[in-house]
């Protein structure tokens, strides 16, 4: 089952206002990767996040690999209303790692904004 | 360049019938990847490939079939389809263990 605590579920905000949304988990993270879903398409990369206490940012958006490994945050500063969508959280776990290793996704985040 | 595509977008299906929902990807990427989607339980991972020649269960992979045709095609077959099957289902493919996965656009499928 799912091993990600993604919240808030949903979130409607207006325009310009900023967003934060966090995922948690009991177990230790590898890897932390923030994609955004638009209605009617698959899932694309945001930003990917490889080493504890890394921050990183991409235009608008900045997303942190949490100290113990075990959450990641992302906010998106001045929202507009092309941020409408879908944000998914998603992890490797702390394991060997190989070409057969699977992401663990959060149950996601629907984001309205409203001009 | 096309990415991940999958066939076909839309589909509906009477309860016990068959279908492949085909995926290719046209980025040499070894690992390939079947995910299905459902409101309020995000994506769920049916059965994944790590490279040409192997295959594995995921998650949910009870009712499904897979075979990894090539390194670019990896297709998902339902042989006797079920109303709880209904879903969005997506392709997903990955270079290295370390990479972020390339998904498709969905195929909506419907039984009914």
């Known amino acids: 089952g799912q091993q990600l605590n993604q919240s808030p579920q949903s979130m409607f905000i207006q325009e310009g206002e900023d967003v934060s949304m966090n995922c948690t988990s009991s177990s230790i993270f590898n890897t932390w990767l923030w994609y955004k879903q638009d209605p009617g398409e698959g899932p694309v990369l945001l930003i990917a996040l490889y080493k504890a206490g890394e921050l990183t940012s991409n235009g608008r958006l900045t997303a942190q690999f949490g100290i113990t490994r075990k959450d990641s945050f992302l906010n998106i500063s001045a929202s507009i209303p092309s941020d409408v969508g879908i944000y998914f959280c998603?992890?490797?776990?702390?394991?060997?790692?190989?070409?057969?290793?699977?992401?663990?996704f959060g149950e996601g985040t629907q984001l309205t904004v409203n001009p | 360049n096309a990415g991940v595509t999958q066939t076909p977008k839309f589909q509906v299906l009477k309860t016990g019938q068959s279908m492949t929902l085909q995926c290719a990807q046209d980025?040499?990427?070894?690992?390939m990847y079947w995910y299905r989607q459902d409101p309020g339980m995000g994506l769920r991972l049916i059965y994944y490939?790590?490279?040409?020649?192997?295959?594995d269960k995921g998650e949910v992979p009870n009712g499904y079939n897979v075979s990894r045709l090539n390194k670019r095609e990896f297709s998902l077959r339902l042989e006797s389809a079920a109303p709880s099957q209904t879903s969005v289902y997506f392709c997903?493919?990955?270079?290295?263990?370390?990479?972020?996965?390339?998904f498709g656009s969905g195929t909506r499928l419907t039984v009914v």
């Open positions: 490939s790590a490279s040409e020649g192997t295959t």
């Open positions: 997903a493919s990955r270079l290295r263990a370390e990479g972020g996965y390339t």
């Open positions: 998603a992890g490797h776990l702390l394991a060997r790692e190989t070409s057969g290793s699977r992401l663990t």
């Open positions: 980025m040499n990427h070894n690992s």
